[in-house]
């Protein structure tokens, strides 16, 4: 009975040892007496009890990798505290076990060397503006020297750039004056272009004025030209109708008897005057004679008629 508990014992230490199943996304890497013997794929696997062993266990998702925060000097001598984070993945799991002792310390440790190599060839205005420059230049001199240790460098990024507090406070400075400079130059424009709509539009309303003014002469020319033209068609009508009434029978008598009523008016108007002092002519023929006179015109006229 011992002996058949021993042996059972003995078989499941035998089983636990020969048959290993791997998680996806992880690789384990085999080895035979001290050997690397292959790498263990997700899933089943089994081993030689006592002889294989499971040496190294690694992750092949990507991981996180926080930088810590160091030190960095820019080309104009000037200091920047600096961290970041790095992402990278085990991509070849034997390098990853026997191509460095620690992987992780040693991609965080040319990480923050590359960094600072990076950041020494940049001014400090041009740290902040090429962040994603310094980022890849990163991220490359680290993938060359991580292809050896079986380890993919994704990404890298700044997580923050901190000047000293005295080159903080003259930044801002400069910024809030540069602010200023802009409020000024944009309250300059803003005045310039009013006065050019102001005067703009005091040149199109002239214009529009002085062609109202015209168009108004033009058509007050017009109207008069057209009364002036409408009373000359009608004295017109009116002569040839007086022309026309003296050619019939009786019509000379007409005109002497309309001449003699006008002679008469006038000398009654000049009468009705109390300022005025009438001399009548002594000879009445004096105002026959102006009867005939008057007559000659209109036979004048009407001959020209």
Not at 49 to 78: G, M, W
Not at 253 to 281: N, R, S
């Amino acid at each position: 009975m011992e002996i058949a508990l021993l042996l059972f014992i003995v078989a499941i230490i035998f089983i636990v040892r020969a048959i290993k199943v791997v998680p996806q996304q992880n690789a384990w890497v085999k080895e035979r007496l001290g050997k690397y013997a292959g790498t263990l794929t997700p899933g089943l696997n089994f081993l030689v009890p006592f002889i294989d062993r499971v040496a190294y266990k690694h992750s092949l998702k990507e991981i996180p990798l926080d930088v810590p925060s160091q030190v960095c000097i820019t080309r104009d001598n000037t200091q920047l505290q600096v961290d970041g984070i790095l992402y990278f993945q085990v991509t070849d799991p034997m390098r990853a076990s026997y191509g460095s002792s620690n992987y992780i310390m040693a991609v965080t440790q040319l990480a923050q060397t590359s960094l600072r190599s990076v950041i020494g060839k940049l001014e400090l205005d041009k740290t902040f503006e090429e962040r994603d420059i310094i980022n890849a230049q990163v991220v490359q001199a680290i993938d060359e020297a991580a292809l050896n240790w079986g380890v993919k460098v994704l990404r890298y990024e700044i997580k923050d750039l901190t000047p000293p507090k005295e080159i903080l406070h003259a930044m801002q400075q400069q910024i809030t004056a540069e602010r200023e400079k802009r409020a000024l130059i944009a309250a300059s424009e803003g005045r310039r272009q009013e006065q050019i709509n102001i005067a703009t539009g005091e040149r199109e309303a002239f214009i529009a004025r002085s062609e109202g003014e015209k168009q108004a002469a033009i058509n007050n020319a017009q109207g008069e030209a057209a009364a002036l033209m409408a009373v000359a068609e009608a004295t017109a009508q009116a002569i040839e109708r007086v022309a026309a009434a003296i050619r019939q029978p009786g019509g000379e008598q007409a005109v002497q008897l309309k001449v003699a009523e006008k002679a008469v008016d006038a000398y009654a108007k000049v009468a009705a005057d109390a300022t005025t002092t009438l001399i009548v002519p002594g000879n009445m023929t004096e105002v026959s004679s102006l009867i005939g006179s008057a007559m000659t015109m209109v036979k004048a006229v009407q001959s020209k008629a």
